[in-house]
């Protein structure tokens, strides 16, 4: 992060039809702006540690040695850190515990993003310094679906509020590993399910053993959390039927840029990037960069359809002068990022990247490729996890057999005691599933979503969207005000998976269009012939027991487990087998092959034996201590509870991994319903859902509750 790699590999990073005359030296290059003066930046110049004496009092000066420069003072009270300056007057009070906040409930949105064929959504244009903006990031979209470039964090959840789920952005462009770039990318790739990074090796080095030592998780383990699609510059890759071509920015670590081709468009990322033609000159002069690599960096590709470039905090980036001296033809196409939006000058004829999905750039006359249609309803139906087992020989039948229905706002899509003979993808648009509240308990309405409202948030029916009439609803003795929505469905997400399992399935619940709804339409008979010689219907016909047997609302009670999102949860549906247990019976016995977790239904458990510790054991190098009410770090130990009630997790979760016996047996007292998680289906689900695991490292006691905490 402050002084790049140690060791770099000039050949890994480059096609070899990249000229060797144009190639960075970055060593040499990190090694210029890695000084101060005539001094080597080290750690030890940027960070320095105090201690507290007797009285709870600190004095800091600038210069420590010295004791020259304002001073200001630090008093530690038992919760709070009080900050003085120099006139003792109080400038800040810092708390001594930092306590993550509860998550913020999603808000219902009353519109829908429709991703383009080709364009960019900002999703932050500032710096990482500036406290009103959002750092740089944004979403590349290529043929409707997204790539991330250096999301800052928690951009997912802005995209949800926009209701575009993370299913539809599947990869992350990391330009480089400082942290206003790279943190929000950590975050997306532990999110849900296996994301592709895109990025050089040196700077894929640099991700993993920045984000190991920061997690404690180790980087072989980080490195099976995504999918890795390596770049290197001066090659064309292929994108969704588009062209990413990659270059080394000037930078202080090393940093990539990039140009984006799609239907006889384009686009350019100038990344952090020191864009400044005297600088330039002189590191060639001073033989910091060579002739070719000058005259390239000179050589900045202006004649992009839209250019988005940094004008950052000088020294390590490009200076606003740079870009006032463009032409104005040129200006006309360039959008100024990685900066406050107060320092882009008036009247310099530069115009601000404007965050937000409402503001998204699109370039309208991209043209599409032929093939386009075709591989959106490909990459549809790869994505969802139930099919993942249908092959590349199946592509010619998916394609033949799926035809795409529209809906308008209000449309009903499926309705309540229909019979169903259709099985629905949605590739954009919004729908619910409505049911009357004295009637909403299973059913069809637990389907795989990206978003399952509470109970406590469900939400009456819009007057202006129904279903049916009101003499329908009277005529079944229902009266309108009675509709709820129970679950939204976003793209990505199916329904109607109930009529593939069995003849003259009577639909339980209507599902509406919110918005203008296009979704990929399936056929009974169509579909069983596709599924013909699969484990899919099979593994549809075991999720419905289990969903017959409660297993949603069982996971609902985990506090855990609750937080993964709809298609995580309704993986562990397809994965649990319902076991019953009498009084007495032993559940797993100490030194058996640990074989399986267990998700407590009815009754309850115990261990047989106390465990001989609480505190957490991981393979994956993560030790902390976890109190389970409030499933925070506390650093305190905590009581082992005696008994294990409905919505308890408990597996030996550290012998599952390492294929090790168990430690301790666990009993059931009274009759007894668990939901059972074998070995391989759980190590399964971690691999699919990194996210899952790193629950695991958090919430560990012992091996109780492990990845997931008690209620």
Not at 149 to 168: F, K
Not at 528 to 544: C, E, F, V
Not at 589 to 594: C, I, L, M, T, Y
């Amino acid at each position: 992060t402050l002084l790049g790699p140690k060791h770099w590999d000039p050949e890994v990073d480059f096609d070899p039809s990249y000229p060797k005359e144009i190639r960075p030296d970055l060593p040499k290059e990190m090694a210029h702006f890695g000084r101060i003066g005539d001094s080597k930046i080290t750690v030890d110049m940027l960070l320095d540690f105090q201690v507290f004496d007797s009285s709870q009092e600190l004095i800091v000066h600038p210069d420590n040695n010295t004791h020259m420069g304002a001073k200001v003072r630090i008093v530690r009270s038992v919760n709070e850190y009080y900050v003085y300056d120099s006139r003792n007057r109080k400038i800040a009070c810092v708390p001594a515990e930092v306590k993550i906040p509860s998550p913020k409930p999603m808000p219902r949105v009353p519109r829908v993003f429709h991703p383009p064929a080709f364009g960019v959504t900002i999703l932050g244009s500032s710096h990482g310094f500036d406290p009103k903006g959002s750092t740089s990031g944004y979403v590349l979209w290529l043929n409707g679906r997204g790539l991330m470039v250096d999301p800052p964090p928690n951009s997912t959840y802005l995209l949800q509020q926009n209701s575009i789920p993370p299913s539809l952005i599947d990869g992350v462009i990391v330009t480089h590993c400082h942290a206003d770039h790279d943190a929000g990318t950590f975050q997306k790739i532990l999110q849900e399910g296996r994301v592709t990074l895109m990025t050089t090796e040196t700077i894929k080095g640099c991700f993993l053993r920045k984000y190991s030592a920061l997690s404690g998780l180790q980087q072989d383990f980080l490195r099976g959390c995504f999918q890795f699609r390596p770049v290197r510059i001066g090659e064309s890759i292929k994108c969704r039927g588009g062209i990413l071509r990659f270059f080394y920015t000037l930078h202080s670590i090393p940093c990539v840029g990039f140009e984006a081709y799609f239907g006889g468009k384009s686009i350019v990322f100038s990344a952090d990037h020191m864009n400044d033609p005297v600088k330039i000159k002189q590191l060639c002069d001073d033989g910091v960069v060579s002739p070719g690599r000058r005259d390239e960096l000179l050589n900045f590709p202006w004649h992009h359809d839209i250019i988005l470039h940094e004008a950052g905090v000088p020294p390590i980036h490009t200076p606003m002068e740079t870009l006032i001296s463009l032409s104005d033809e040129i200006k006309k196409r360039v959008y100024v990022v990685h900066v406050a939006l107060d320092k882009i000058p008036e009247n310099s004829g530069l115009q601000p990247a404007i965050t937000g999905v409402e503001n998204t750039i699109v370039l309208e006359d991209a043209e599409v490729p032929q093939h386009s249609g075709a591989l959106e309803i490909l990459e549809l139906v790869g994505s969802i996890e139930l099919f993942s087992d249908l092959t590349i020989k199946r592509a010619g039948e998916i394609l033949d057999f799926a035809h795409i229905e529209t809906f308008n706002a209000g449309d009903t899509v499926i309705e309540k005691g229909q019979v169903g003979t259709c099985f629905y993808a949605i590739l954009s648009g919004v729908a619910e599933v409505r049911v009357c509240r004295s009637r909403s308990s299973t059913f069809e309405v637990q389907l795989t979503s990206s978003y399952l409202l509470d109970k406590d948030r469900i939400q009456p029916v819009s007057p202006r969207v129904r279903a049916r009439s009101v003499e329908e609803y009277r005529e079944s003795d229902l009266e309108l005000s009675e509709q709820y929505t129970v679950k939204t469905f976003l793209a990505g997400d199916y329904f109607g998976e109930q009529s593939l399992i069995s003849d003259n399935n009577i639909r339980s619940a209507d599902i509406l269009a919110v918005t203008d709804l296009r979704v990929a339409v399936f056929d009974r008979s169509d579909f069983l012939w596709l599924l013909d010689g699969t484990n899919i219907l099979q593994k549809m016909s075991h999720m419905a027991r289990m969903r017959a047997e409660g297993t949603w609302n069982i996971i609902q009670e985990n506090s855990v487990l609750r937080q993964l999102s709809g298609p995580q949860k309704t993986q562990l549906e397809t994965y649990f087998e319902k076991l019953d247990f009498e009084d007495g019976d032993i559940i797993w016995e100490e030194g058996a092959p640990a074989e399986c977790a267990i998700l407590v239904d009815t009754g309850r458990v115990a261990f047989k034996t106390k465990p001989k510790n609480i505190f957490c054991r991981g393979n994956i190098g993560v030790h902390i201590q976890v109190d389970p009410t409030t499933a925070f770090t506390s650093g305190k130990e905590v009581l082992q509870p005696e008994m294990f009630e409905r919505g308890s997790f408990i597996g030996d979760i550290d012998a599952i991994l390492a294929n090790r016996r168990n430690d301790v047996a666990v009993t059931a007292i009274g009759s007894v319903s668990v939901l059972c998680l074998y070995r391989e289906e759980l190590l399964n689900f971690f691999f699919k859902q990194p996210r899952s695991i790193t629950f695991y490292a958090s919430y560990t006691l012992h091996f109780v509750i492990t990845f997931f905490a008690i209620t």
